[in-house]
């Protein structure tokens, strides 16, 4: 019943606190009135009582009924209907360009790095429900996954089916990797356009120079963050098959080329990251989140219903009642 009911001025129901002051009074003032005859006895008298004599105290009633009203009315009762209208003013177009080589099948992240990030990635793209996303796969060569598109569950059934083949060629290629995902944006009618360019090793493979991608990039006005992936020293690498098709693992040295990481980064007007765990790789994708915000305009419109007119009305109808009975049926009582 008073769902999305506001009182304008809310201070006024102190006014309240004279309805049991007025009863206080009330009770007094009718103990005074009340006149008294002591006698021995009464049996000379007929006593008799008139219903309507019982009931004066209805006029009272109906009056602090009324006043009760109208302090409520005072207060301004009002219905409130919020509409929102939200736009997106900003939009912000990223392509994610993931390394897919055999050694993201390393271990020293969990359950390795592959599957590590594609969590994490999930829980960023879930978190941009208003920008476009695209994702590159990358490895000797480098293909597009997903074009960009505003379509989450695209995206997302994308991310999932991505994993190591052997259909794409071996090796690194961080410059195709970066090329593609300009590609993809340079026709981009956003405002700002990002790559997230991730990658656990150094550039050994590719027809594209990574810093003639970056060049590109630049040229494009696309930012680029740049993430190394991997912890610090050793890690837990496939190095090859076993007989039976599955990888042999070894303990290798972890090699990311931090340097040029870095510069495309910082030619780009982006940042690098370097992530030993699955803790911080999350914590990047989180910071990334929070430098390339969405600006999103909101307009909210209040439709307010005034809901004391009433109350005013039914105070005063009871008022006119105490009234008319005062002068009418309670007139030899009062």
């Given at each position: 019943?008073?769902?999305?009911?506001?009182?304008?001025?809310?201070?006024?129901?102190?006014?309240?606190?004279?309805?049991?002051?007025?009863?206080?009074?009330?009770?007094?003032?009718?103990?005074?009135?009340?006149?008294?005859?002591?006698?021995?006895?009464?049996?000379?008298?007929?006593?008799?009582?008139s219903?309507?004599?019982k009931?004066?105290?209805l006029?009272?009633?109906?009056?602090?009924?009324?006043?009760?009203?109208?302090?409520?009315?005072?207060?301004?009762?009002?219905?409130?209907?919020?509409?929102?209208?939200?736009?997106?003013?900003?939009?912000?177009?990223?392509?994610?360009?993931?390394?897919?080589?055999?050694?993201?099948?390393?271990?020293?992240?969990?359950?390795?790095?592959?599957?590590?990030?594609?969590?994490?990635?999930?829980?960023?793209?879930?978190?941009?429900?208003?920008?476009?996303?695209?994702?590159?796969?990358?490895?000797?060569?480098?293909?597009?996954?997903?074009?960009?598109?505003?379509?989450?569950s695209?995206?997302?059934?994308?991310?999932?089916?991505?994993?190591?083949?052997?259909?794409?060629?071996?090796?690194?290629?961080?410059?195709?990797?970066?090329?593609?995902?300009?590609?993809?944006?340079?026709?981009?009618?956003a405002?700002?356009?990002?790559?997230?360019?991730?990658?656990?090793?150094?550039?050994?493979?590719?027809?594209?120079?990574?810093?003639?991608?970056?060049?590109?990039?630049?040229?494009?006005?696309?930012?680029?963050?740049?993430?190394?992936?991997?912890?610090?020293?050793m890690?837990?690498?496939?190095?090859?098959?076993?007989?039976?098709?599955?990888?042999?693992?070894?303990?290798?040295?972890?090699?990311?080329?931090?340097?040029?990481?870095?510069?495309?980064?910082?030619?780009?007007?982006?940042?690098?990251?370097?992530?030993?765990?699955?803790?911080?790789?999350?914590?990047?994708?989180?910071?990334?989140?929070?430098?390339?915000?969405?600006?999103?305009?909101?307009?909210?419109?209040?439709?307010?219903?005034?809901?004391y007119?009433?109350?005013?009305?039914?105070?005063?109808?009871?008022?006119?009642?105490?009234?008319?009975?005062r002068?009418?049926?309670?007139?030899?009582?009062?």
């Amino acid at each position: 019943m008073f769902e999305n009911i506001e009182f304008l001025n809310k201070e006024l129901f102190w006014l309240l606190l004279l309805l049991p002051v007025a009863i206080i009074w009330y009770v007094f003032k009718h103990n005074q009135q009340t006149a008294e005859l002591k006698i021995s006895s009464i049996k000379g008298f007929k006593v008799s009582s008139s219903f309507w004599s019982k009931f004066r105290h209805l006029l009272f009633a109906l009056r602090l009924i009324a006043l009760g009203l109208l302090i409520v009315a005072l207060a301004r009762p009002r219905s409130v209907d919020v509409s929102t209208k939200t736009k997106t003013t900003r939009g912000i177009d990223i392509v994610m360009a993931i390394d897919v080589s055999a050694s993201m099948l390393a271990k020293d992240l969990r359950p390795n790095r592959l599957d590590a990030l594609k969590a994490v990635a999930a829980d960023f793209i879930k978190g941009r429900p208003n920008d476009r996303i695209g994702l590159v796969e990358y490895a000797g060569e480098a293909y597009t996954k997903t074009p960009i598109t505003s379509d989450k569950s695209i995206v997302l059934r994308s991310l999932r089916d991505i994993r190591y083949n052997t259909l794409i060629q071996q090796g690194t290629a961080i410059g195709m990797g970066l090329g593609t995902s300009v590609n993809r944006l340079k026709d981009s009618k956003a405002k700002s356009r990002v790559v997230i360019l991730l990658t656990d090793g150094v550039n050994n493979s590719g027809a594209v120079d990574p810093k003639t991608a970056s060049i590109l990039a630049i040229d494009n006005g696309i930012k680029v963050y740049t993430i190394g992936l991997g912890t610090n020293g050793m890690a837990l690498s496939p190095i090859g098959f076993n007989a039976n098709g599955s990888f042999r693992y070894s303990r290798q040295q972890v090699e990311i080329d931090e340097v040029l990481l870095k510069e495309i980064a910082e030619d780009t007007g982006g940042k690098y990251f370097r992530a030993t765990n699955n803790k911080k790789l999350a914590e990047i994708y989180k910071e990334i989140n929070k430098l390339e915000k969405t600006e999103i305009e909101e307009k909210k419109y209040y439709n307010y219903e005034e809901k004391y007119r009433p109350l005013v009305l039914l105070g005063g109808l009871l008022l006119l009642l105490e009234l008319i009975l005062r002068n009418t049926i309670f007139r030899s009582f009062v």
